[in-house]
């Protein structure tokens, strides 16, 4: 084990990629000589090549569009949206032919050797171009898989299995915990599965759910809910396409309540999806209606950006909320 944050596990994972398979090549804006804007792909070019990794002209939809032919003719793109706001102009590349190519022609073809690598939320003062978290706009799409990491471990083992999977993986990672978040990684190669929850911490009262940057946050509110005496659960959800709906339902049956924090905007959110599926599979189980703590339903603003966050003082009120219903 080797102390990283988590920019230098995502490199790692690249780089560990990259030497045991040959057909795995790292492209988009700025990530070759100068190693992407926030240095994820540092050295890739010195080490590999200019082959391997190179920079692309500023267009989202051109990245994607090569990024699939190349998938689809053997090759193993790792591709970068510089942020995941930048996603939208390569939203119908993503949508119609990434997660549909195997689908539409019946096998013959597909793009499931890409991944598509982007920085994604708030908490940098990047204002409403460069804080947005897009996720449930792409959970909606059968053919693709959508992972979110909350530490250098997590982003590690996750990213080589999404490289190595067979789907299309968009793998989004929480900038605010770039060099905020180190831990322990591991130097060697290893994987950690896709479409499978980690139960963080055991709990008896209320289950609290996140992903990537917020599963921090419920932590801190679980710590001051715990002085209170109520006992939380906590998950890390990990893959947002498909989800462990299993493991969630399992928790909920034993606590009867929910909490689901995320920092998109409430409407329309992730989770909306949850809520719906745990209900149907836990209603007679439920002591409380399910909670969401999500971000406003307004642009990310800059001058507001704390208010506008889902923190642990907003989690924290919604779980006493939820175990006095």
């Known amino acids: 084990m080797i102390k990283m944050n988590m920019l230098q596990a995502i490199n790692n994972a690249l780089i560990t990629a990259m030497t045991e398979d040959e057909k795995?090549?790292?492209?988009?804006?700025?990530?070759?000589?100068?190693?992407?804007?926030?240095?994820?792909?540092?050295?890739?070019?010195?080490?590999?090549?200019?082959?391997?990794?190179?920079n692309t002209p500023l267009t989202e939809q051109g990245i994607i569009?090569?990024?699939?032919?190349?998938?689809?003719?053997?090759?193993?793109?790792?591709?970068e949206i510089q942020f995941g706001d930048y996603i939208f102009p390569a939203f119908d590349q993503i949508v119609n032919e990434t997660a549909k190519f195997r689908y539409r022609s019946g096998g013959q073809f597909t793009c499931g050797t890409l991944t598509i690598r982007t920085p994604y939320g708030g908490g940098i003062a990047g204002g409403l171009y460069h804080s947005q978290s897009p996720e449930a706009f792409f959970a909606h799409i059968p053919g693709m898989k959508i992972v979110i990491p909350r530490n250098p471990y997590q982003a590690k083992g996750l990213l080589l299995a999404s490289i190595r999977d067979d789907n299309p993986v968009l793998f989004m990672e929480p900038k605010r915990l770039y060099r905020a978040s180190v831990g322990d990684v591991p130097e060697e190669d290893y994987e950690l599965p896709l479409g499978k929850a980690e139960v963080v911490k055991k709990g008896d009262h209320i289950t609290l759910l996140a992903w990537g940057a917020q599963v921090e946050v419920i932590e801190k509110a679980a710590e001051m809910a715990e002085k209170d005496g109520i006992s939380c659960e906590i998950i890390d959800l990990r893959s947002i396409?498909?989800?462990?709906?299993?493991t969630v339902s399992e928790s909920v049956k034993k606590t009867g309540r929910l909490l689901i924090?995320?920092?998109?905007?409430?409407?329309?959110?992730?989770a909306s999806e949850i809520s719906a599926t745990v209900q149907e599979r836990c209603f007679l189980y439920l002591e409380s209606p399910i909670t969401r703590v999500c971000g406003l339903d307004t642009p990310y603003p800059l001058a507001h950006e704390k208010e506008y966050m889902p923190d642990h003082l907003?989690?924290?009120?919604?779980?006493?909320?939820?175990v006095n219903f």
């Open 24 to 54: 795995v090549m790292v492209f988009g804006e700025d990530v070759g000589h100068f190693g992407g804007v926030f240095r994820a792909t540092s050295n890739l070019q010195q080490q590999f090549g200019k082959g391997r990794c190179f």
């Open 261 to 270: 924090n995320h920092e998109a905007p409430q409407t329309g959110g992730f």
């Open 314 to 322: 907003k989690t924290y009120e919604a779980i006493k909320r939820c």
């Open 241 to 246: 396409l498909p989800w462990d709906a299993e």
């Open 65 to 79: 569009g090569f990024a699939n032919g190349l998938a689809s003719q053997g090759s193993v793109p790792v591709a």
